[in-house]
Nanobody
Framework: QVQLMQSVGGSVQAVGSLSISCAVY????????MAWFRHAPGKEREAVAS???????SYADTVRDRFNISKDNAKNTMYLQMNSLKPEDTAMYYCAAVPLVRCPPFGYSDHYYWGQGTQVTVSS
């Protein structure tokens, strides 16, 4: 069974930075496309960033040039470095993993394993 365990989130002021992580447990010998999604109250869940086994990355237009997704294969852990945060980045952030070499089309979320969620709050 695959489990994704996310780090604790936090509250920051606008233009601040925050990093969150996601560790994969179980079946770690599989290769995974990994991604971050977020869900804000009153909005639909949206894809934030993804990284495949070849380290090819994709980002939502709203976070490109501000967020950076990375992973440490030795630690089976993925990270999301968030810089220049804005109040509109406030959301519950979820990590996700799917056993594929290359990621599905950006935003596709079926058949993923999911983390428990991490709250990120950005104040103005």
């Amino acid at each position: 069974q695959v489990q994704l365990m996310q780090s604790v989130g936090g509250s920051v002021q606008a233009v601040g930075s925050l990093s969150i992580s996601c560790a994969v447990y179980g079946y770690t010998n599989r290769i995974y496309c990994m991604a971050w999604f977020r869900h804000a109250p009153g909005k639909e869940r949206e894809a934030v960033a993804s990284i495949d086994t070849l380290r090819s990355t994709s980002y939502a237009d709203t976070v490109r040039d501000r967020f950076n997704i990375s992973k440490d294969n030795a630690k089976n852990t993925m990270y999301l470095q968030m810089n220049s945060l804005k109040p509109e980045d406030t959301a519950m952030y979820y990590c996700a993993a799917v056993p594929l070499v290359r990621c599905p089309p950006f935003g596709y979320s079926d058949h993923y394993y999911w983390g428990q969620g991490t709250q990120v709050t950005v104040s103005s």
